[in-house]
């Protein structure tokens, strides 16, 4: 694993191709309340980009390039907050979208562990750590604990969208996938309006 720490932007020679996992560090849970610090991406070919956003920052013009580039898929676990957090922060529409939770809970019915640790450890027999989920953040500098595990969250993203691919054609649900996939930068943007707790659907 090959983990490569960028301030406020992605250099403008870094590229990705085929489809990039997609994650983000927070100071919290809340969308509402909590501000973006840390963007992960990564091909899937064991490199890992880490872009630290500090606050008041300019947009950051090349990370945003790739996030809205309609032509490259971007593979999340989790998109609803993700997506919600990249809208908030820097008003724009991410996709085209994967998520893994989504299409774990449409195949692996037969349980209610869609936790990426889970899929992991069950799918691809990956173990991997949870303990730096809740640090700061928002420090200045990060531990290589903090850059290992941050990397982590998007290195097996494209084994798992692989693994789910088969098993929603094989259901017969990759449809309903694809939908609940464009629906999703919808629900973002409800939710930064009016929270996540917000149902569209109710009376």
Same mark, same amino acid.
């Given at each position: 694993?090959? $983990? ?23 100071? #919290? ?16 070919? #064991?490199? +890992? ?21 309609? %032509? ?12 919600? $957090? =990249? ?7 991410? #996709?085209?979208?994967? +998520? ?14 869609? *936790?990426?640790? /889970?899929? +992991?450890?069950? $799918?691809?027999?990956?173990? $991997? %750590? ?7 953040? #928002? ?5 290589? /604990? ?10 097996? =993203? ?7 691919? *088969?098993?929603?054609?094989?259901? *017969? ?27 569209? =659907?109710?009376?």
């Amino acid at each position: 694993m090959q $983990i490569i720490l960028h301030k406020n932007d992605l250099p403008s020679d870094v590229v990705f191709s085929g489809a990039v996992a997609v994650d983000t560090e927070t100071m #919290g849970l809340e969308v509402h309340r909590d501000r973006l610090c840390l963007v992960q991406l990564s091909q899937g070919d #064991g490199v +890992c980009h880490l872009v630290k956003i500090t606050p008041g920052q300019e947009v950051p013009s090349n990370l945003v390039k790739v996030l809205t580039d309609a %032509s490259l898929p971007k593979i999340f676990h989790f998109a609803r907050f993700d997506v919600a $957090i =990249l809208y908030k922060t820097f008003g724009i529409q991410t #996709g085209p979208i994967f +998520c893994t939770k989504i299409a774990s809970k449409l195949t692996r019915t037969f349980t209610d562990r869609h *936790g990426l640790k /889970d899929l +992991c450890k069950e $799918i691809i027999k990956v173990e $991997i %750590s949870k303990q730096e989920q809740t640090s700061d953040w #928002g420090a200045s500098e990060y531990t290589e /604990d903090q850059k290992k595990y941050a990397a982590t969250d998007v290195l097996h =993203l494209h084994k798992l969208k692989a693994h789910f691919e *088969g098993i929603l054609e094989r259901e *017969g649900r990759m449809d309903l996938a694809k939908a609940a996939f464009q629906y999703l930068p919808h629900r973002c943007v409800m939710d930064v309006m009016a929270g996540q707790t917000y149902d569209i =659907l109710s009376y």
